[in-house]
Nanobody
């Protein structure tokens, strides 16, 4: 079992930056791949970024590539999403999720979820 708690969301102007953090409980965090997803009002949950269990492999949605960076610290049981050059269309609730070992881009393939953190980007 893994429990996930996101933090770091907030209101920022377009062009600004935020760093989301996902704190995980459990002794097996190092064996989990981590994903970040987001959901805007009236829209479906969409994939943002993912990192494999070791941190050696990452994958990004085209919409955030070059602006967002995902990282994982197995010594601290934390995953991060560094978001730069934020745009109003990045406004959403951001969720971190965990699954065993390998990256997936479909939200249904993740077993554990946090409660989400709101990110709002003003124009």
């Amino acid at each position: 079992q893994v429990q996930l708690v996101e933090s770091g969301g907030g209101l920022v102007q377009a062009g600004g930056s935020l760093r989301l953090s996902c704190a995980a409980s459990g002794r097996t965090f190092s064996s989990y791949a981590m994903g970040w997803f987001r959901q805007a009002p009236g829209k479906e949950r969409e994939f943002v970024a993912a990192i494999n269990w070791s941190g050696a492999s990452t994958y990004y949605a085209d919409s955030v590539k070059g602006r967002f960076t995902i990282a994982k610290d197995n010594t601290k049981n934390r995953a991060y999403l560094e978001m730069n050059s934020l745009k109003p269309e990045d406004t959403a609730v951001y969720y971190c999720a965990a699954r065993s070992f390998t990256i997936r881009v479909i939200w249904a393939e993740y077993n554990y979820w946090g409660q989400g953190t709101q990110v709002a980007v003003s124009s």
